[in-house]
Every structure is written in structure tokens, then in C-alpha cells.
């Protein structure tokens, strides 16, 4: 009994373990989002073996987090006779590319002048429009550093937090005074042979600085509402809870997991505020509980907008949203000329958010009405004014027919005159003579041509039958013009 025991608290200290191994990385990549300026001492007084040493664990200190916007950006500044800009924060989206740079950086040796690197840093770190945290990372031998205590105190007072790792042989009192509180977790004196000894809890520090716990509403309705904030936790071993509620709505509680990062609040009431709140749950530590409030926008009945198009002298297309199959029965559009014209009535499916009003009169303004029957009994409408376009002048004059003598195939030429411009064509239609006897009527064949041509052939005419030519408009067909064709003669006839 006892061996089983052992067993089972060996297995749990391995799960526990395996949990921390693995939700401890997720949260330094995607936790934080910030700017860290580093200030390196490169001066003279700063040995090359000292130098190396502070590279190499700015580097590890960095290694765990993701960079760009939105997440962490870095920038290097070096501190010598002239400061140096290594690179500026926009410089570096992956890790791959800041270790590189940090591989190359070249002590600049010379005299440690940190009043000037100090007014470039607050052009870099104040001068932004990111509403993000700020952090200056003071590397340094603490040797002479100069007059500091101005232009830190400017830094602190415009947001920046400044964080100091000095060589033991630093000058501490001046070090003291510049580091943001509080000194315990923000100012390290340390041997360089040593200096790995502080990389975890200086980048706890840190992240404690920029930690992104915001939970941010990113689409709204009347009726929901999506969250989203950065994640903190894995799939595995930890979850979140979430509850909102409204001053008429009860409370109402969801268990999300680990890796979420986004959800989606359904079924709330319009035009009511809501307060939501996220709680990250893991036995590795404790997280503070985010909260966001929010109103959720004025209930849209449809039809909310009515829109025109596709108008022609004897037609327009009326289209209306928002579609809301599941709230809506019906849809009813009424028609009627202005100001007492015959009102007419095309009833539609909930699922369809337009019609095509046809046989209207040239050149008249009608009212149109689009009317919604709610599931709930309620009836909304909404009302717009449209015009019908100009009749089309004629576009074509002088229809000729004559015969094309041919032994296999009797064919028909066909040629007319067009003046009007903005045509898209014609529509050419002919009685054949490929039917049956028995057939009471010959069929018809069509043929759509360019607004180009003015001429063309048409094969297997019917003795005496009819040959129209219509132009086509963006709005439809136009009135064309129609001939008898007198086959096996020379001559046409107009009907």
C-alpha cells in the first residue's frame, strides 16, 4: 500500500512538472506587449570580456518573447563618447533576426557620455504614439554615468519604467535613485561570471511591466458580442472562467479552455450594458482577473435600408437588408406611380432581399414600399422614391431583307441602320422553316451580335416568315424592328 502511495505522488509531481514545462513558454511568448529599450554601457570602463557577457544575457533574457507590433519591439542603444543606435524598435519582428543583431553588436570603447544616449532614449521611448508600456534597461558598470537623475526622473515622469543591472564596482547610491520602484525586483548588482543567476527573475520583472492583460470587445451587435485578449495559459493543464451579466440579466458562467483566446457572447438584449469578466485558472500561479463593460448597439429590424438599381424606362431592381430570415415571415413590396397611379403588390420569402419591378411606365416617379411582418407580430416599413428612365428612342431604321442565292443552304440577308449610341448589342430572331407539317407554328431561332455589327445572314428562313432586330440597353431589350421575308425574290416588305 505504501509502494502504491509513492507511486501515485511521484506520478502527480511528473504531471505537475510536464504542466509547467509547457504552459510556462506558451505564456512569455504570447504574453506581453511593450517597448524595451536596452541601454548598453559600451565605453571604455566596460571591459570586452564585461561587454560579451552583457550580450549574451540580454540575448537569453529576450529569447522567450514574441516581437512586432503587438507584441514586444527592442531597440539597442550604446553608450559612448556619441551614443549609438544599434537598431530601433521597429527593426526586429523574430527572434531570429534580434539574436543575429545582438551576435554583431561591436563595442564602441571611448567615454561613457549617458546624458546624450539619454536624450536620444526619450525621443525613442516618448515620442510614439503606442499606448503601450514602456521599458529602459540600463546595462552598465555604473562607472561615472554622469549627471543621470534629470533625465531619468523626465523618463519616469512620462511613463517609462527603468530597470538596472550594474557590475558589483557600480555606483549605487546613483543607481538607487534612477531605478523605478520597487529596487528589489528593478535594480541588480551583480559579478559578470554570475550574471545568468537574475535572468529569470529580471524577466518576470518585466513581464510584470508589460504584461498585456486586457480583454478587448472586437465586434459588436444588438444582440452579441465577441471577446478577446492575449493568451496566457495552455490546452493542457489550465482554463479560463468567464462570467457577464447585465443589472435585468442573471449571471451567466462559462468554463473556456487553455488556449482559447476569443469568444463570442450570444442571445443579449439590445441597447443594454453588460459587464464580462475573464478569470485564467491554473495551479502554477495566480492571474488577475480581466474585465471589460460594454453596450450593445439598437435592434436592427429589417428593412433598415432600401436601395435602387438596374432602373430602365420600364424597370427597377429594389433591393433592402439587413436579410434576418429567422426574425422575419414575410417581405411585402408595394408599387404605385405618383401621385395616384395604381398601387400594385408583389408579396416574397423571408430569404429574399430584392425583386425586379417590371411594365412600369417610361419616364415616371413611383413610390415603393417595403414592408417586413415579424415573427413577433411586428410590422415594420420603409419607403423610397424612384424614377423609371426616358423611353429609349428608337435605335434602328431601314430593316432590309433580301435572299442569298445558295444551292445547299437558302440563307437570308439581313442589314439595317443604327444611330443611337450607348447600345450593347442586338438581338436577332427568325421563324425557320426545320419543323414538321404537322407543327402549327415554324420555330424560332435567336442570335446575339455585337453593337458593331449592322448586317448579318441568317440560314433556313421560313417562306414568309418574320425576322425582328432589337437593341439591347444595360437595362434590357429595347423596342426593335420587325420585316416579312419574301424568299426566292429580291425584295422585302415592312409588316
Known sequence: MKSFLL????LWATLQRSCMQISVPAAVLNCCEGDILLLLDSSGSVANYEFSRLLLFAAELLRPFSLGRGHVRVALLQVGTEPHLEFSLDVHSSQESLQKALRSVVQLQG???????????????????????????WLTDGVQPGDVDEPMSELKAQ??????????????????????PPLKSHLYSVDMDSIDIITED??????????????????????????????VLSADCSYYELWYSSKTDREIRRTLSGDSSKVELTNL???????????????????????????????????????????????????????QPTRVQR???????????RVHTVTLHSQKNSTLLTGLEPNTQYLVTVSALHVDGKERAMSVRACTQEAALPALTDLQLAPVERQEVEELHVAWKA????????????ETDNFHRSSSKPPISTVYLPPTSRSTRLAHPAPNGRVCVSPIYSWGRGDGICCTAKTHTDSSQWD
Open 202 to 231: 529580471l524577466r518576470e520583472a518585466i513581464i510584470k511591466i508589460i504584461r498585456a492583460e486586457r480583454l478587448r470587445v472586437v465586434h459588436l451587435t444588438s444582440h452579441s458580442a465577441v471577446l478577446q485578449w492575449r493568451p
Open 331 to 341: 417581405y411585402t413590396v408595394e408599387y404605385g406611380a405618383i401621385p395616384s397611379g
Open 7 to 10: 507511486r501515485c505522488v511521484f
Open 159 to 180: 511613463g517609462v519604467s527603468v530597470l538596472v543591472v550594474s557590475t558589483v564596482h557600480g555606483n549605487f547610491q546613483v543607481l538607487q535613485r534612477v531605478v523605478t
Open 269 to 323: 438584449q439590445p441597447e443594454t450594458t453588460y459587464t464580462a469578466s475573464l478569470r485564467p485558472e491554473t495551479n502554477l500561479g495566480l492571474f488577475n482577473t480581466l474585465s471589460v463593460n460594454f453596450t450593445t448597439l439598437p435592434d436592427v429590424l429589417s428593412p433598415a435600408v432600401v436601395s435602387l438599381s438596374d432602373s430602365g424606362p420600364r424597370q427597377i431592381r429594389v433591393s433592402w437588408g439587413p436579410l
Open 419 to 430: 444611330y443611337q449610341e450607348g447600345l450593347k448589342g442586338y438581338w436577332v430572331t427568325w
Open 111 to 137: 567615454d561613457t557620455n549617458t546624458e546624450a544616449a539619454l536624450r536620444v532614449t526619450q525621443r525613442l521611448l516618448t515620442k510614439t504614439e503606442d499606448n503601450v508600456p514602456k521599458v529602459l534597461l
